[in-house]
């Protein structure tokens, strides 16, 4: 059970770090002691490897097991490459069944072996059902803790099995009516067990129509939006013949929903939410350096484009200079209709229904912005260079630039996601290529048509 | 209360839309009566003007308040204009007192003495305390309906208590312990009420060292890292004299975490969350103009870089077709060690305290695949142009500028976040400026001094 903690946060991390650098492990080891398994993990996630090593070392055990969980994944797995087989079983052990199934990618054989070996036969069953489902989705998400009723007995009698029974599980904000075949009938809010007459039947306070279940391989991000949108704090997991599986809670749903909005600004720049922010310099050059390569063939394409007017630069300089002003105004214009339909997409805001609609709206305002903007562009370029033709040019190549970008910031989206690719990854390369290939080729091929 | 709906989502935009270009209202009635206001506030947004105007006179007034709730703060203030003040009135009726808090800033004055005119006194004084802090913090965030106990009572008395009461506040997973003086002393979880003894005091079993507990002024995004971090469902909010003004649940936090997800990814191309995606495209136009406008100065400085090379480029036009290589692979590098950067300051994970060690780690980085790039780069060049002199100061240039990105990748997220900016907003338009005119000012400048 992690223990609260007050919200206002003292910079653990600086203490922690300072505690490393003045060589006093057993400080390291008391503020670690008051902490959090989350402000635990948070400080490990901000710090180098070597003081990592040693800081890991002065965690307890029964903590350490929620601290990984608490961890980008390339961080937890090299934490638990610096754990023995003992200490790994021993970190389990305090652990959840949804919670092992987590860590199980990141242990050997002969660490899971033992950990099942620990657990008793319905333990291990369950942690089999969690395990069968992938990751990402409500199956991979719920915990096997639900409580069942049946719809027959009386609250009296719910209350005396609770009481009981002892400690409910976290987040136990309603409790599960079952058949004898398991099916779910209904669900039966903690809150009406209070309120509700002793003597009533649960069949009489349940609610049963119209309730918010989900199937096993529902994806996660639709589980997020669903509890975000009807405000839930736990929800049902059935299989196709509506047996309960299990349940999703909201804190692990909070999770999803950061990891998500992690990836949303992370992928755009190539970069993963899994990633240590101090992983080991040569694997983080090569992920990065992949990106890079992808950009490179654009940055290549687009040179390539303005090397077809050589000759026309070769006349008349100006154009050098000028040309960078046509890509980067039609990639900002391109990349802004490009966030809004990503977002939308993903929030489910923006879908075929109304793409069309949005699409003729965004070309408005490409075409209004390409308008002004182009005539504030075409002044400087006139106002530097003293030749009207210039300027004249550079505006119709940005009118058109933007034109172009509105149109490929809805579509893009669109495309990729047709191609089974997340649309937050791979838009905006293809964008600012589209953007940087149509302002070179628009303002220099007006130009070697009108100027030479 | 919202009904519960089943996950997998219809699309209900589609059928909204395919009802109103029918001309059939009832339809779109029938629809929208069966629906969730969440689901309700997703087909508006996703719906353009007319449509919006037509389906939204089709909303009850009794689930209007929900769905006003639910929506960005630009389609909101539309739809309210668009009603009279009696429904808005009637819509308000529905709500609960921090839900009222929320609709207030986009109601008249006779509107809203209206609702006070509803309210009894003591919603009345909730009202006030909740509007008198900031939308952003925890005090705009709480809800004036948590349940109160005394520690001396027991817990056959507190279940009486409830009994009588009747229905419990949305998300009541805790009871707050308060002394005479309404200083909070502990917390009962509902769930121990279910399973304790009887006769046992609420001073046995509440919780009471180390509550999280929040002062009304904690910004928002604290409170959301807290639920985050410690798997919150309420917690309370006290005033400097620890006397519980209110409590926060997790529905109201999952908000917040989402707003700032869409900030972080809206925010870098100028957009705000709040915005209508449908909103008349003047508005639209200038809106995103000025971030043009923004975005064409720093264009221009980078030209303003080219053009001090023109004589250069005159005698080697090679350099204009591939200088855009060096600025851009710049940017790319750059901005993936800010996109790190920001985001790790948004969690917590950077800060002070490790800066200094992520720079070196980014540098080298940047060392790595600056000079992996280069020799790419410059192998293209040479093959390109036969030039090997190219392909020298093409590389020298690539590994200055994915050098000078590193550093300002880290710099300038902190430099803004000084200057009381989020870094997320502007960090983005300062280091693509850098990259820019080192990347040209590098490469055209070597050019100058060994190529001419």
Redesign the interface.
């Known amino acids: 059970m992690?223990?609260?903690?007050?919200?206002?946060?003292p910079?653990h991390?600086?203490h922690v770090?300072a505690a490393f650098e003045a060589g006093d492990v057993a400080q390291v080891h008391a503020i670690l002691a008051d902490l959090?398994p989350?402000?635990i993990a948070?400080v490990l996630?901000?710090?180098?490897p070597e003081p990592r090593t040693t800081v890991w070392a002065q965690v307890d055990n029964q903590h350490r097991g929620e601290v990984l969980l608490?961890l980008p994944e390339a961080v937890r797995t090299d934490l638990v490459q610096q754990m023995d087989d003992k200490a790994l079983v021993a970190s389990a052990r305090a652990l959840d069944i949804d919670e092992i199934a987590d860590l199980i990618p990141d242990l050997s054989d002969e660490v899971i072996a033992e950990i099942l070996f620990d657990l008793d036969k319905q333990d291990r069953q369950r942690l089999d059902a969690v395990l069968s489902y992938p990751e990402d989705t409500a199956g991979g998400l719920m915990n096997v803790d639900a409580i069942t009723v049946r719809e027959n007995i009386t609250v009296e009698v719910v209350?005396r099995y609770?009481?009981r029974?002892?400690?409910?599980p976290?987040?136990?904000?309603r409790l599960f009516v079952v058949d004898r075949a398991d099916r779910l009938v209904g669900e039966l809010k903690?809150?009406n067990?209070?309120?509700a007459d002793l003597q009533a039947r649960v069949s009489q306070i349940m609610?049963r129509g119209?309730?918010?279940?989900?199937?096993a391989l529902?994806p996660d991000k639709?589980?997020a939006?669903?509890?975000?949108?009807?405000?839930l704090?736990s929800?049902p997991v059935v299989d196709e013949n509506n047996r309960l599986l299990g349940r999703i809670t909201?804190?692990d749903?909070?999770?999803v929903?950061?990891e998500?909005?992690?990836r949303?600004?992370?992928a755009?720049?190539?970069?993963s939410e899994e990633e240590d922010?101090?992983a080991p310099?040569?694997r983080?050059?090569r992920r990065?350096?992949v990106?890079?390569?992808v950009?490179?063939v654009?940055?290549?394409i687009?040179?390539w484009v303005?090397?077809l007017f050589?000759q026309t630069?070769?006349q008349v300089?100006?154009l050098?200079?000028?040309m960078?002003?046509v890509?980067?105004?039609g990639g900002?214009?391109g990349?802004?209709t490009?966030?809004?339909v990503?977002?939308?997409l993903a929030?489910?805001?923006?879908?075929?229904?109304?793409a069309r609609?949005?699409l003729s709206?965004e070309l408005?305002?490409g075409a209004?912005?390409g308008l002004?903007?182009a005539l504030?562009?075409a002044a400087?370029a006139v106002w530097?260079y003293g030749n009207i033709m210039i300027g004249v040019l550079i505006a119709a190549a940005m009118v058109i630039n933007l034109g172009f970008a509105a149109l490929s910031g809805v579509a893009i989206p669109f495309a990729v996601r047709r191609f089974g690719v997340d649309p937050a990854l791979a838009s905006g390369v293809i964008l600012t290529t589209v953007t940087?290939v149509i302002g070179f080729f628009a303002f220099l091929g007006l130009a070697t048509l009108f100027l030479i």
Chains 1, 2 share one sequence.
């Open positions: 992690p223990r609260a903690r007050k919200p206002k946060k910079n991390l600086k770090l959090h989350a402000d948070n996630e901000g710090l180098p608490e209350l609770l009481r029974r002892g400690e409910l976290e987040h136990t904000n903690v809150a067990l209070l309120t609610e119209d309730l918010v279940k989900f199937s529902t639709d589980v939006l669903a509890f975000e949108d009807y405000n704090i929800a909201v804190d749903v909070v999770d929903i950061r998500q909005a992690d949303q600004v992370l755009p720049a190539g970069l922010i101090f310099v040569a983080s050059s990065r350096g990106w890079l390569g950009n490179l654009t940055a290549v687009a040179s303005i090397g050589e630069i070769q300089v100006a050098a200079v000028l960078p002003i890509a980067s105004m900002n214009a990349t802004q490009l966030t809004l990503v977002r939308g929030v489910g805001t923006i879908s075929e229904s109304n609609r949005l709206r408005m305002i209004v912005n002004i903007w504030v562009v400087v530097w940087d």
